[in-house]
């Protein structure tokens, strides 16, 4: 068995048909078919079911697939291991993440890690949904970097930091100055049913930051106007700084934004609300050295961000 043949296999299974995994893995689809043919006769029996140009496994093929990941996934761990025996400054870290989040946390994580680890290649795969998912199944994935996660039991967890979902309004907002000290927010309290009639800039709600907005509505007993929605947490927060309505946005984002788009942040909520920035790891996964480090110098760097 090759490992050649074991990536023929996954990719026809997770493109359900011979076409595109053919062009997905940049060979012919006759090469396919002949890899498959061999194989069913060596397993002594169906391991796809054809519908057409559809592929669906059978229970011998999705058998099949859970080794042939297991197997892919032992020799990524061992090359990984081999590369740090060989050299303790050498090697390559594969990272998924939120685009968002590559913009406003990589900047401040980069310098000092490359301090420590010049020869490191790091490759930062950014995706807008399905990161944990990825990297259950992409066993080319060292790690990801998540917010508001469900939690899976093929993977590890390590808290990074906890950050506030803050209520941003344009500098000089009138509401402003409604604010109040509470000694358990690290910004001026607002009570949110001062918006009931404000118009908000908001995310989708099928996004984190969008279903956060509702909960604190509903908490409120609110529904306020809301003329414009976007999937990008730095577009709120401009609309909002050029005076086109308030925002609610994740404290990391507002950190990141402020200096380019002057706005005023209140915390809001009783209690407030938070998320908690994690880095997920699959179980019993190989971590080189420089993985361990990256991973103790981002909770070092994000701890005080926040």
Same mark, same amino acid.
């Given at each position: 068995m090759e490992y050649t043949d074991l990536e023929y296999f996954i990719a026809i299974a997770e493109h359900h048909n011979l076409t595109r995994a053919a062009e997905a893995l940049y060979v012919s689809q006759p090469t396919l078919t002949k890899y498959l043919h061999k194989l069913e006769k060596e397993l002594g029996g169906k391991v796809f079911r054809r519908n057409g140009y559809q592929y669906d496994l059978t229970f011998l093929g999705q058998r099949y697939l859970d080794y042939a990941r297991r197997v892919l996934a032992l020799d990524q761990d061992w090359k990984k291991e081999l590369s740090d025996m060989r050299s303790y400054y050498n090697g390559e870290l594969n990272i998924a993440l939120p685009p968002m989040r590559s913009t406003s946390l990589?900047? *401040?994580?980069?310098?000092?890690?490359?301090?420590?680890?010049?020869?490191?290649?790091?490759?930062?795969?950014? $995706?807008?949904?399905?990161? *944990?998912?990825?990297?259950? /199944?992409?066993?080319?994935?060292?790690?990801?970097?998540? /917010?508001?996660? *469900?939690?899976? +039991? =093929?993977?590890? $967890?390590?808290?990074?930091?906890?950050?506030?979902?803050?209520?941003?309004? +344009?500098?000089?907002? %009138?509401?402003? *100055?409604?604010?109040?000290? =509470? =000694?358990?927010?690290? $910004? %001026?309290w607002l009570d949110l049913s001062l918006f009931a009639d404000t118009p908000f800039i908001l995310h989708f709600p099928d996004q984190n930051t969008g279903r956060s907005a509702q909960r604190l509505f509903d908490q409120y007993g609110i529904q306020p106007p809301v003329p414009y929605r976007t999937r990008n947490n730095q577009t709120c927060i401009q609309l909002a700084s050029q005076n086109l309505g308030v925002t609610i946005a994740p404290e990391g984002y507002v950190r990141y934004a402020a200096p380019f788009w002057p706005v005023e942040v209140f915390s809001v909520g009783n209690p407030i609300l938070q998320n908690d920035l994690v880095i997920a790891y699959r179980k019993n996964s190989y971590l080189s050295t420089y993985a361990q480090s990256f991973i103790s110098l981002s909770k070092n760097i994000c701890a005080p961000l926040f």
């Open positions: 990589i900047p *401040q994580l980069l310098p000092a890690f490359h301090e420590k680890h010049p020869g490191v290649c790091i490759n930062f795969f950014e $995706y807008g949904h399905s990161i *944990q998912d990825k990297l259950i /199944s992409d066993t080319n994935l060292d790690f990801a970097i998540l /917010s508001n996660w *469900q939690e899976h +039991p =093929k993977l590890n $967890y390590e808290l990074l930091c906890r950050e506030e979902i803050l209520l941003v309004l +344009p500098v000089g907002h %009138p509401l402003a *100055q409604k604010a109040v000290t =509470k =000694k358990e927010c690290h $910004y %001026p």
